[in-house]
Structure formats: C-alpha cells, structure tokens
Nanobody, 126 residues
Framework: QVQLVESGGGLVQAGGSLKLSCAASGRTLSGCTMGWFRQAPGKEREFVAAINWGSGSTNYADSVKGRFTISREDAKNTVYLRMNSLEPEDTAVYYC???????????????????WGQGTQVTVSS
C-alpha cells in the first residue's frame, strides 16, 4: 500500500506561482512513476505531468509546458509540482498519483496509476 498526501494548494492571482508537494509513505518510490492530474468543476480529470522516479525523465501536458515543473526528492519520498505563470484556467483540484512501475508515455493515462491522493485545491483569480 502507498499513501499519498498532497499539500501546497491555495488561492493565487493570475501570473503567480505555487508549489505543490506529494509525500508518499508505505514504500519507497524506486521504480515508480509519479504523476499529477487535475480536475476542474464540470470537466474530466486531465493529465498534468509525470516523472519516472529512477531516471528522472518527465512528461508534460502541452497546456503546462514551460510553466510547470515536476521534480522529486528521494530522501523525503516526495514529488513536487512547481507552477509558474498561473492562469485562471489552471483552477482545479490537483491530484498526485503513483504507479508501481515505469510507465513511459503511458503516464498520460490515469487508469495506469495504482494509488491516488485526496487532492489539493488550486484557485487562480483573474
């Protein structure tokens, strides 16, 4: 079992920044893929970013490329999502997810993940 706890969400003005954290417990994340997804009201959940824990390789949704950065910290078993130049369209509940294997390009698909956090709200005002 893997438990994921997100933090760092909040209210920010357009153009501002936030850094989300996702702390994992229950096992080390070696060999895992960690992803961030988001769901806005009335919309389907969508992929944001993913990182392969071992290699550090990353994938991003086109809508966040150049603005968001996913990273990991081995010692804390934690994955981060740094979000810059935030836009009102980024408003959503952000979820962290863990897959117990290397996903590669399959990291875009939420169905490939084994564990999910409870989510943290990000609200960007215009």
């Amino acid at each position: 079992q893997v438990q994921l706890v997100e933090s760092g969400g909040g209210l920010v003005q357009a153009g501002g920044s936030l850094k989300l954290s996702c702390a994992a417990s229950g096992r080390t994340l070696s060999g895992c893929t960690m992803g961030w997804f988001r769901q806005a009201p009335g919309k389907e959940r969508e992929f944001v970013a993913a990182i392969n824990w071992g290699s550090g390789s990353t994938n991003y949704a086109d809508s966040v490329k150049g603005r968001f950065t996913i990273s990991r910290e081995d010692a804390k078993n934690t994955v981060y999502l740094r979000m810059n130049s935030l836009e009102p369209e980024d408003t959503a509940v952000y979820y962290c997810a863990a897959a117990l294997k290397y996903l590669g390009l399959l990291s875009y698909y939420g169905s490939r993940y084994d564990y999910w956090g409870q989510g943290t709200q990000v609200t960007v005002s215009s």
